[in-house]
């Protein structure tokens, strides 16, 4: 069972950026597509975007694209979430979540997930 530890959250002022990176163990990285989501007080979790394994553009929901880009380094079994433009909308904690899905699957078919990181991103 694959292992995740986000990290690189923080507090940011509008319009700053971060990026998060999520590090797996215990699993072939390589095999797995990768889910990025948060979760805002008092919301539900929520997509933010995909990167499969089996290559192709990585994925964002149309409100991060543009500002957001996923990509990973499967030598340093390592995905990543960078953030421009941020908004005070974007505070949540961001979670990272892996699949043996040959493509970005619905929320519920991600097999591990991380335990989160801060995101507050000031006005």
């Known amino acids: 069972q694959v292992q995740l530890v986000e990290s690189g959250g923080g507090l940011v002022q509008t319009g700053g950026s971060l990026r998060l990176s999520c590090a797996a163990s215990?699993?072939?990285?390589?095999?797995?597509?990768m889910g990025w989501f948060r979760q805002a007080p008092g919301k539900e979790r929520e997509f933010v975007g995909c990167i499969m394994w089996t290559g192709g553009t990585p994925y964002v929901t149309n409100s991060e694209k543009g500002r957001f880009t996923i990509s990973r380094d499967n030598a340093k079994n390592t995905v990543y979430l960078q953030m421009n433009s941020l908004k005070p909308e974007d505070t949540a904690v961001y979670y990272c979540?892996?699949?043996?899905?040959?493509?970005?699957?619905?929320?519920?078919?991600?097999?591990?997930w991380g335990q989160g990181t801060q995101v507050t991103v000031s006005s």
């Open positions: 215990g699993g072939t990285f390589s095999r797995y597509t």
């Open positions: 979540a892996a699949s043996s899905s040959r493509i970005c699957p619905p929320q519920r078919a991600y097999d591990a």
